[in-house]
């Protein structure tokens, strides 16, 4: 399947927590947001970060990207 970096970690993320039955973590959103990936870029699929995120109903991801999508809104 087609993925950026940061679809990618966040279907990673879900389903490492789906597999081992573990809370859902953020740790790798949370990096590449950090070293400045983009939470508004779409896969070549067509989906957004934060759709991947509310497939998998995860919250923590979906909150951290709407930060940073609020952060690049305000900023333009």
Do not use: C, W
């Amino acid at each position: 399947m087609d993925m950026t970096l940061l679809t990618h970690a966040i279907d990673a993320e879900g389903d490492a927590a789906a597999q081992n039955g573990t809370p859902l973590e953020v740790h790798l959103t949370a990096v590449l947001l950090a070293f400045g990936a983009n939470p508004s870029l779409l896969d070549p699929m067509g989906r957004s970060p934060i759709e991947v995120a509310e497939d998998y109903h995860h919250d923590l991801a979906i909150k951290l990207l709407g930060m940073h999508l609020d952060r690049q809104h305000n900023n333009t």
